[in-house]
Antibody, heavy 120, light 111 residues
Framework: EVQLVESGGGLVQPGGSLRLSCAASGFTVSSNYMSWVRQAPGKGLEWVSVIYSGGSTYYADSVKGRFTISRDNSKNTLYLQMNSLRAEDTAVYYC??????????????WGQGTLVTVSS | QSALTQPASVSGSPGQSITISCTGTSSDVGGYNYVSWYQQHPGKAPKLMIYDVSNRPSGVSNRFSGSKSGNTASLTISGLQAEDEADYYCSSYTSSSTYVVFGGGTKLTVL
């Protein structure tokens, strides 16, 4: 059974840093395209970042230069390092596996999400 | 403001059919057959309902169907049931630097 479990969210001050983790089971993270998608309170979904199976990474303009997506193959875990956090980064962050039908521009499994609150 | 435009709300009675629209541009919805739809119940993670415009994942009811015409994609739910009441989001690949864009979401109320 495919499962994604996020952790690492919490309250952080503006300008601070946080690292989110997404532990996967039931499949291999490194063999799949994996994304982070966020949802501000009461708002819609926003794609944040993707890491391809080959290791290429891409970011939304709103987080480029501040966030870094990575994975640990030995732990089958996806990460999102978030630096220089701003109030507008406040959201529930979901990790999501992208589907198998090429070119994989959809998300077939999602974690339960972890809340990041940026406030002083 | 979201890149894709959805109605804020739609409603229907049990047993009826409803359609949710998702309007984009030739750079996203109109230019590619990579539209997907997600269902989200309050406090829960999104669930994939349709991918690549009209494909239904295993386990999703055949009451859900997707289509596209020009720059507008649509999700149709037939035989509405109480458990269909949720928020629905469309998504599309985009040739802009954004990679994937979402609609603002549509709240479905089953009367």
């Amino acid at each position: 059974e495919v499962q994604l479990v996020e952790s690492g969210g919490g309250l952080v001050q503006p300008g601070g840093s946080l690292r989110l983790s997404c532990a996967a089971s039931g499949f291999t993270v490194s063999s799949n395209y994996m994304s982070w998608v966020r949802q501000a309170p009461g708002k819609g979904l926003e794609w944040v970042s993707v890491i391809y199976s080959g290791g290429s990474t891409y970011y939304a303009d709103s987080v480029k230069g501040r966030f870094t997506i990575s994975r640990d193959n030995s732990k089958n875990t996806l990460y999102l390092q978030m630096n220089s956090l701003r109030a507008e980064d406040t959201a529930v962050y979901y990790c999501a596996r992208q589907g198998s039908s090429w070119p994989k521009y959809y998300f077939d499994y999602w974690g339960q999400g972890t809340l990041v609150t940026v406030s002083s | 403001q979201s890149a894709l435009t959805q109605p804020a709300s739609v409603s229907g009675s049990p047993g009826q059919s409803i359609t949710i629209s998702c309007t984009g541009t030739s750079s996203d919805v109109g230019g590619y057959n990579y539209v997907s739809w997600y269902q989200q119940h309050p406090g829960k993670a999104p669930k994939l309902m349709i991918y690549d415009v009209s494909n239904r994942p295993s386990g999703v009811s055949n009451r859900f169907s997707g289509s596209k015409s020009g720059n507008t994609a649509s999700l149709t739910i037939s035989g509405l049931q109480a458990e269909d009441e949720a928020d629905y989001y469309c998504s599309s690949y985009t040739s802009s630097s954004t990679y994937v864009v979402f609609g603002g979401g549509t709240k479905l109320t089953v009367l």
